[in-house]
């Protein structure tokens, strides 16, 4: 490890819900920020909302299909999908049609849940904590993740006054490409785990262990 640090806060960047699993598995004093639970699926887009968190809140969402318990809901500018609280059972009639106070209700519990977070986050940055940001890599040839994770790097560098670290956690067999690339930055760490967890089911596959072993490095307050 470069520094002997103890964190005030570990914090997800997602890109997906695996990440907050498995802090919560370390840290049982888990503290949620906006991006804890939001599913990523533009990565370009994170790059925005770090600079301006409240572009989540003041997006158009529209329900998402996926066989989750509770309903989900996708943004329309970041594309980011979101949990509500609200079951899937409970949105709809008899006849299977929307009931619209409840889809009314569903949403404006969602922006103001976000809205919390949002200046909740925004005060995070703007303060002297010590923060370890926590990301997972993503091992898709059609993204550019190397330059995806620089330019997160350079924008918590601009928000954060350089009170953080940012930590990738790669999988093995892609560790090498990130560790040459980014080895030798001091606000940076690389780890390696055998295999994320499935997006069907982010909190109980994948390399729990290994993740477990990753965080025992890292100290928090």
Not at 31 to 51: C, R, T
Not at 83 to 99: A, F, P, S, V
Not at 197 to 204: F, K, L, P, V
Request: proline residues 1%.
């Amino acid at each position: 490890m470069k520094e002997n640090i103890i964190f005030d806060e570990i914090v997800s960047l997602g890109w997906n819900c695996e990440v907050s699993f498995r802090i919560k598995d370390s840290y049982p004093d888990f503290n949620p920020y906006i991006f804890s639970w939001i599913f990523v699926s533009k990565n370009e887009n994170l790059v925005y909302a770090l600079k301006d968190t409240e572009l989540i809140v003041n997006d158009k969402y529209s329900i998402h299909k996926t066989n989750s318990k509770n309903v989900m809901v996708k943004g329309e500018n970041l594309g980011f999908v979101l949990h509500t609280k609200t079951n899937r059972i409970d949105l709809y009639d008899e006849n299977g049609i929307i009931i619209d106070k409840k889809y009314n209700d569903m949403i404006d519990e969602l922006k103001n849940r976000f809205h919390h977070l949002s200046r909740k986050t925004e005060i995070l940055f703007d303060s002297d904590k010590q923060i370890l940001f926590v990301m997972k890599a993503r091992h898709d040839p059609s993204w550019d993740d190397i330059s995806y994770i620089e330019k997160i790097y350079n924008t918590l560098l601009e928000r954060c006054n350089k009170n953080f670290r940012l930590l990738i956690v790669t999988e093995e067999d892609h560790y090498k490409e990130y560790i040459e690339k980014f080895r030798d930055d001091i606000y940076m760490y690389i780890r390696k785990v055998k295999q994320f967890a499935t997006i069907s089911n982010a909190s109980s596959t994948g390399d729990i262990e290994g993740w477990k072993n990753v965080f025992l490095e890292f100290k928090k307050r």
